[in-house]
């Protein structure tokens, strides 16, 4: 273990200054159950390590993670997908005001849900997708999602004028180089956008380990400053900063809320009123949206 501790790297700026900040919080074997996009086991991490230059906070011995998604299979993920269209088209109708048309990439697309949202609104859009459960879920709707890891060339149709990073930047070893290779497929004026936690919001102080996104297919914890840092590095400029709004039903939010009762005591609720839907924006993920810089090759 020393040994490897002297390789350590900042994935965000190259510094070789990281501090533990957080043992493993793993006892067993890992498997794809912990990946779960819904998988409530908030604050069980890997051990986290904090770069002393730039604070991004990053686990640097639980990289392999891939192959956990790529036999990942939610089903409760699906049943929320009203909820999560509602919250896609709250993210394309921003994008809208900047790109009101044109050809877009989802990195990361499950089960082609902002594909979908993209299409209503007009757009030429496909995604490329890990997971072969979600990949599937996408072709029973006849939504263009291709199965691989971007970039996989032979697979995707650019250049685009629109690619979106939405939840997936955090799941990355090396975001860098994934935002380096997205440029390359991007149009000269095409814009990339990223939504990810924002370990510095306000809801992550107050709960600290037990935030809903410390958990373990997490692991890299951007906050604003360093997430404009790899952008730069990877080539591009800022261009706008926005806190996005997610949608639950009530019945999920109980659920979230019962993970943090004691013994997972469960909130009781009328039917009805477990079937609404409500906006919720607590503020704790960016979304950034970002514009090739000129200057990168
Ligand atoms: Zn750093």
């Given amino acids: 273990m020393e040994a490897a501790k002297d390789k350590l790297q900042c994935w965000v700026c190259d510094h070789t200054d990281l501090k533990e900040v957080r043992p493993s919080q793993i006892d067993g074997n890992l498997g794809s159950e912990n990946f779960l996009i819904t998988n409530s086991d908030y604050g069980k991490t890997a051990a986290i390590y904090e770069c002393q230059n730039c604070s991004f906070k990053q686990c640097p011995y639980l990289t392999d993670v891939i192959e956990f998604y790529e036999s990942m299979e939610d089903d409760q993920y699906e049943e929320g997908r009203e909820q999560r269209l509602l919250q896609e088209r709250k993210v394309m109708q921003q994008i809208q005001r900047i790109k009101p048309n044109g050809k ?4 990361g697309a499950g089960s082609g849900i902002l594909i979908q949202a ?3 609104l ?6 490329i997708e890990p997971s072969k459960w979600l990949y599937e879920q996408a072709q029973k709707l006849n939504l263009p999602v291709e199965l691989g890891i971007f970039p996989q060339d032979d697979k995707l149709r650019g250049p685009y004028d629109i690619v979106t990073l939405v939840d997936v930047i955090e799941h990355v070893s090396d975001p860098k180089g994934l935002v380096a290779e ?3 497929v991007l149009k000269p004026d095409g814009i990339l956008v990223v939504v990810t936690p924002d370990v510095d919001s306000i809801m992550a102080k107050a709960l600290k380990y037990k935030w809903w996104h410390f958990r373990i297919a997490h692991i890299g914890y951007f906050n604003r400053k360093n997430l404009n840092l790899v952008m730069k590095r990877a080539g591009f400029d800022v261009f706008k900063m926005m806190r996005p709004t997610w949608f639950f039903s009530v019945e999920y939010l109980l659920e979230r809320v019962s993970a943090y009762l004691p013994g997972r005591m469960s909130v009781p609720a009328p039917g009805f009123i477990k079937r609404m839907v409500v906006p919720v924006n607590l503020r704790d993920s960016w979304m950034g949206i970002y514009k090739r810089d000129d200057k990168t090759a």
């Fill in 104 to 107: 877009l990439l989802d990195v």
């Fill in 118 to 120: 993209a299409q209503e």
């Fill in 122 to 127: 007009g757009y030429e859009a496909e995604g």
């Fill in 182 to 184: 997205i440029r390359k």
